[in-house]
C-alpha cells in the first residue's frame, strides 16, 4: 500500500522531525515530499508558512500564514467535529494548497494518526482501515461513491473546494458517512463555516465555527470577523443571506452575477438546476450585448456533444427554466482552464473561447 502513516499521537516533535527529514531523502514522489517539506516548515523557527491561493478568480498569488492563527483554524474544526487524540484522518489532498495543510496542522494539534495517500481523483482506492474524519473536493467524494463498501469506511468527510452539484448531493443521501459542506478560503485559514449535506440535520444554512462573527456589505457580500483567525474584518466577493450572525445561505459570486436587462442573474444558483440534467462539466458566464447590457451564455465541456445532443440541452432547459434564467446560446468547448486544484477557471475559459471562435 503506497501510503504513509503519520503517528502524530505517538510521536514528539524531535520524532517528527527526524522522521521526515530523513524520508524526504529517500523518497522520489513529489506527494510524498510535499507532505515532509510542509512539516519539516512547520517545525522551524519561523512564525509563518508560505501558501498561495487557489486562483480560481485569477492566478494564484503568494501568501503569508500565521501558525499561531492556523491552529486556532485546527482548534475550532476539532472542536466541531470532536476530534479525539488517537482519531484516524485522512489526507488526500496537496499540502501545496491550505486545504491539505491544515490536515497537517489538525492532525499535529489534537495528535492524529494521518493516514496520507496521492492527492489524486480517488483518495480511497488502496484504504484498508477505518478512517474518523477526511476532507475531500467533490471530485474525488464523486469517485469514490462507486464503491460504497469503501467509503462507508469514512465516518464523516468535509467537502470543499467546489460546487457540491444537485446530483451529487441526492446521491450522498444513501450513504452512511456524514459528509459536510464548507465555506472557506485560503484567507480564512480554509472553512469559517460548515453546513450538513445528509442525515436528519441537512441544511442548505452555513453555520460558523464558535468565535466568527458574520454580516454583510451594501452588496449583500460576506464580512467575516475572528480575533483568532484574521487581522482585520474579511469584505469577500460572495453574496449570502444573511440569517443572524452565525448564519447563512450562500447565493454565488458577486464578480460572476449577470444584469441582463435590468435583472440580476445568479449564475451557481441556475447551474444548480441545469446539473439535474447536463452530466458534463458546465458553468454559466455572462458577455456584454447591444440591447440586454449582458447576455447569459451557457458553455459545457466535451469532445463528443453533437447537434442533437445539444438540441436536446436546448429542450430540457427550455422546459426546466423560466424565461429569464435561460442562456441565450450554448457553446461547446473541448477543455476548460482549471486551477492546480481542478476549479473552473471562468473568465480564462470565455476569454480563450472569445479568442478562438471571435464570438464578441
Not at 481523483?121 to 474524519?133: A, N, R, T, V, W
Request: a neutral charge.
Amino acid at each position: 500500500m503506497s501510503c504513509l502513516n503519520l503517528k502524530f499521537s505517538q510521536w514528539n516533535e524531535c520524532d517528527i522531525i527526524s522522521h521526515c527529514s530523513s524520508q524526504i531523502k529517500l523518497t522520489d514522489e513529489q506527494w510524498k515530499v510535499d507532505i515532509y517539506a510542509f512539516i519539516l516548515e512547520w517545525y522551524e523557527e519561523g512564525i509563518f508558512v508560505q501558501a498561495k491561493t487557489s486562483g480560481s478568480t485569477g492566478a494564484p498569488k503568494p501568501i503569508q500564514l500565521e501558525k499561531v492563527r492556523m491552529m486556532e483554524s485546527a482548534r475550532m474544526t476539532g472542536e466541531f467535529f470532536k476530534f479525539k487524540k488517537d482519531d484516524t484522518a485522512l489526507l488526500c489532498l496537496s499540502p501545496q494548497f491550505i486545504a491539505g495543510k491544515m490536515m497537517i496542522v489538525r492532525a499535529i494539534v489534537w495528535q492524529l494518526n494521518l493516514i496520507c495517500v496521492n492527492p489524486n481523483g480517488y483518495p480511497l482506492k488502496e484504504l484498508e482501515g477505518s478512517i474518523d474524519f477526511a476532507a475531500m473536493i467533490p471530485l474525488q467524494v464523486n469517485n469514490s461513491l462507486h464503491n460504497k463498501e469503501q467509503l462507508a469506511l469514512v465516518k464523516s468527510i468535509l467537502i470543499g473546494g467546489g460546487v457540491i452539484d444537485r446530483n451529487l448531493s441526492e446521491k450522498l443521501q444513501s450513504i452512511s458517512t456524514n459528509c459536510f459542506g464548507s465555506f472557506g478560503m485560503t484567507e480564512t485559514l480554509s472553512h469559517i463555516a460548515i453546513r450538513s449535506l445528509n442525515g436528519i440535520h441537512k441544511s442548505n444554512v452555513y453555520k460558523a465555527l464558535q468565535g466568527i462573527r458574520l454580516s454583510v456589505d451594501s452588496r449583500n457580500c460576506l464580512k467575516i470577523e475572528s480575533c483568532k483567525l484574521l487581522k482585520k474584518e474579511l469584505i469577500t466577493n460572495d453574496i449570502v443571506n444573511l440569517i443572524s450572525e452565525s448564519e447563512f445561505e450562500w447565493l454565488g459570486r458577486f464578480d460572476h452575477v449577470v444584469n441582463s436587462g435590468g435583472i440580476k442573474l445568479f449564475p451557481e444558483q441556475i447551474e444548480e438546476e441545469l446539473s439535474s440534467f447536463i452530466k458534463m462539466p458546465f458553468f454559466l458566464i455572462g458577455i456584454s450585448d447591444e440591447h440586454l447590457g449582458e447576455k447569459m451564455i451557457l458553455l459545457i465541456e466535451s469532445n463528443e456533444c453533437d447537434r442533437e445532443q445539444k438540441k436536446k440541452i436546448q429542450a430540457e432547459i427550455d422546459f426546466y427554466l423560466e424565461k429569464f434564467k435561460r442562456p441565450r446560446e450554448i457553446f461547446l468547448v473541448s477543455k476548460f482552464e482549471r486551477t492546480a486544484t481542478n476549479k473552473i477557471q471562468r473568465k480564462a475559459t470565455l476569454e480563450r473561447l472569445i479568442e478562438e471562435n471571435n464570438i464578441i
